[in-house]
């Protein structure tokens, strides 16, 4: 198979526990309520090894989105620490790309130009760069639309455009929260193939945050459970399925015994909240 330049194997199997590139120990996160303090997160102690693609799953407020802007060195931990590749995110030496809910391209530049937005702001060789940006999108299905503004790109476009800019610099992580979830469910099954696609042909050491399980399981070598208030790590959960995987192995068994696991670990999950 070929994806733009880059060859990708046929028979990928599940990768071994690699060394850690991500690391978090008795992570805390609280914020001020007044004269009251509220925990979003306590005691999340991982560690995702190079080229791991993780996801996370757990109720609204549980706090994955703020353990993914923790770990990009956006918001600072109030206990505990986070290192990427053996450094303190928040130093800001190494690449990290992110992919948010919303797209949030600039409407005002083409989509060549927003791909290439973060090699601007970092005073990078932007004529460089143009080959690469242009590879990334083809390897997402948009080549052709290079120099079309956003307003003329459907919504899964412009998150195919904006995983573009996130993977532009070459991060050594990528965080992805929920990027998916505004779309319709054809739409959501065919980024989800073609993100697979992009991480075989990178590797890329990714975090995924998703509401939904089968996503999750479609996705990630393994499923991390969150529990909420405060935010807790409740289960880690492996996916043995070998790569590269069809839509058709969602009808499988071993799919079906992963997707009842998660949401079995997410239904005790909620009966162990704190008020």
């Known amino acids: 198979m070929q994806v733009g330049t880059i060859a990708v194997a046929r028979s990928l199997s599940i990768p071994e526990r690699c060394a850690p590139l991500v690391e978090v120990a008795g992570l805390r996160k609280t914020y001020a309520a007044g004269k009251a303090t509220v925990a979003a997160l306590r005691d999340i102690s991982l560690t995702i090894g190079d080229g791991e693609f993780v996801a996370v799953v757990g109720p609204s407020g549980c706090g994955k989105s703020t353990l993914l802007r923790i770990i990009a060195g956006i918001s600072p931990a109030s206990g505990g620490h986070v ?33 290439l937005l ?28 290079e120099e079309k503004r956003p307003y003329q790109l459907s919504g899964g476009m412009e998150q195919r455009a904006a995983l573009c800019r996130a993977l532009i610099t070459d991060p050594v992580l990528l965080l992805a929260d929920e990027p998916f979830g505004a779309l319709d469910a054809l739409t959501r099954e065919r980024l989800n193939l073609e993100l697979q696609t992009v991480w075989m042909a990178t590797r890329k050491t990714v975090i995924f945050v ?9 996705l990630a070598d393994r499923v991390l459970v969150m529990r909420a208030r405060p935010g807790t790590i409740e289960r880690d959960i492996p996916v043995p399925l070998a790569r590269p995987r069809e839509l058709a192995v969602q009808d499988t068994a071993e799919f079906g015994r992963c997707t009842r696991e998660i949401r079995r670990a997410l239904e005790l999950a909620s009966t162990r909240g704190e008020a």
Do not use: C, K
């Open 210 to 218: 998703t509401h939904s399980i089968v996503e999750a399981v479609f």
């Open 83 to 115: 290192r990427v590749g053996g450094e303190d995110p928040l130093r800001g030496r190494l690449p990290i790309g992110m992919v948010f809910q919303t797209p949030v391209l600039l409407p005002w530049r083409s989509i060549l130009a927003n791909v």
């Open 118 to 145: 973060p090699i601007e702001i970092a005073g990078g060789d932007r004529r460089a760069a143009l080959e690469r940006a242009r590879e990334l999108l083809g390897m997402v299905g948009l080549y052709g639309f």
